[in-house]
């Protein structure tokens, strides 16, 4: 097995741990012997993807998102309440973000690496008290500040180029198929958060409520209210990295250090 091969299987299996592959099988099943011999080369392009680049395939996997999902029209009761609440937020801590609603019932936010922050009306109904949605998003925006967002859809990249065999996915994001595009982004999105990523945007959360006045028990409130669902909650903010219990205890800790 040539050097640069060794380093794909090595890279592929911890893309696709964090891609959350459990049942993914051997590389070589995937792919086949073929399909592992040519490899290689664009694995290592999946590598090499620039910040720019996985910005650029965060950007048109939610663009199809957008065109899959219902999206708040700018007069809808949610649209405005998000409008409203994000209105000085599209130049946040360096970031450039955009916001939308999915008229969706589930209750569930995220945020890609362009800076596209999506909300689930279902969260939205589930938390009628700003604050506690304010700490949501700020939560997932903390995971694009993070990088966090960003680890995910390179791995994403490269666990649909060992399942396609590679020379379907293309060297280049331009180059990428919809249908490549829908299935990273789902991939990217979907992800658990490692405990560190998790704890980090808890905090980032927090801070958020601070730098836009609102008050930062509203994390805690807001994790209480997603614990309270039984696991019916679909976000990545209740991965239980940590468990919910201790992400409420490091919060209680982390709000009554900063003030």
Same mark, same amino acid.
């Given at each position: 097995?040539?050097?640069?091969?060794?380093?794909?299987? +090595?890279?592929? /299996? $911890?893309?696709?741990?964090?891609? %959350?592959? *459990?049942?993914?099988?051997?590389?070589?099943?995937? @792919? &086949?012997?073929?399909? +592992?011999?040519? /490899? $290689?080369?664009?694995?290592?392009? %999946?590598? *090499?993807?620039?910040?720019?680049?996985?910005?650029? @395939? &965060?950007?048109?996997?939610?663009?199809?998102?957008?065109?899959?999902?219902?999206?708040?029209? *700018?007069?809808?009761?949610?649209?405005?309440?998000?409008?409203?609440?994000?209105?000085?937020?599209?130049?946040?801590?360096?970031?450039?973000?955009?916001?939308?609603?999915?008229?969706?019932?589930?209750?569930?936010?995220?945020?890609?690496p362009d800076g596209s922050?999506?909300?689930?009306?279902?969260?939205?109904?589930?938390?009628?008290?700003?604050?506690?949605?304010?700490?949501?998003?700020?939560?997932?925006?903390?995971?694009?500040?993070?990088?966090?967002?960003?680890?995910?859809?390179?791995?994403?990249?490269?666990?649909?180029?060992?399942?396609?065999?590679?020379?379907?996915?293309?060297?280049?994001?331009?180059?990428?198929?919809?249908?490549?595009i829908g299935a990273i982004?789902?991939?990217?999105?979907?992800?658990?958060?490692?405990?560190?990523?998790?704890?980090?945007?808890?905090?980032?959360?927090?801070?958020?409520?601070?730098?836009?006045?609102?008050?930062?028990?509203a994390s805690v409130r807001?994790?209480?209210?997603?614990?309270?669902?039984?696991?019916?909650?679909?976000?990545?903010?209740?991965?239980?990295?940590?468990?919910?219990?201790?992400?409420?205890?490091?919060?209680?800790?982390?709000?009554?250090?900063?003030?």
């Amino acid at each position: 097995m040539t050097r640069d091969m060794k380093r794909f299987v +090595l890279t592929m /299996a $911890g893309a696709m741990c964090l891609a %959350g592959s *459990a049942h993914a099988g051997k590389l070589s099943d995937l @792919l &086949g012997s073929q399909g +592992l011999k040519d /490899a $290689g080369n664009t694995a290592i392009t %999946g590598l *090499a993807l620039t910040d720019a680049q996985v910005v650029e @395939l &965060g950007a048109k996997s939610v663009a199809q998102m957008d065109q899959e999902n219902p999206v708040a029209p *700018a007069d809808n009761a949610y649209a405005k309440r998000l409008a409203k609440l994000a209105q000085n937020m599209t130049r946040e801590d360096g970031l450039t973000l955009n916001f939308k609603v999915y008229l969706v019932k589930d209750v569930n936010a995220f945020a890609v690496p362009d800076g596209s922050v999506r909300v689930f009306a279902g969260l939205m109904d589930l938390m009628p008290d700003d604050a506690e949605l304010m700490s949501v998003i700020g939560h997932e925006i903390g995971h694009v500040k993070y990088g966090h967002s960003k680890e995910h859809y390179r791995a994403a990249y490269l666990s649909s180029a060992a399942r396609k065999g590679v020379a379907a996915i293309g060297g280049t994001v331009g180059k990428l198929a919809a249908s490549d595009i829908g299935a990273i982004g789902e991939a990217a999105v979907n992800a658990k958060f490692s405990r560190a990523n998790e704890t980090q945007a808890d905090e980032y959360g927090v801070d958020f409520l601070r730098r836009h006045g609102m008050d930062p028990n509203a994390s805690v409130r807001g994790m209480q209210k997603l614990a309270s669902q039984d696991g019916k909650a679909k976000t990545s903010f209740l991965d239980d990295h940590p468990a919910s219990q201790e992400r409420v205890s490091h919060l209680q800790k982390y709000i009554a250090r900063k003030r």
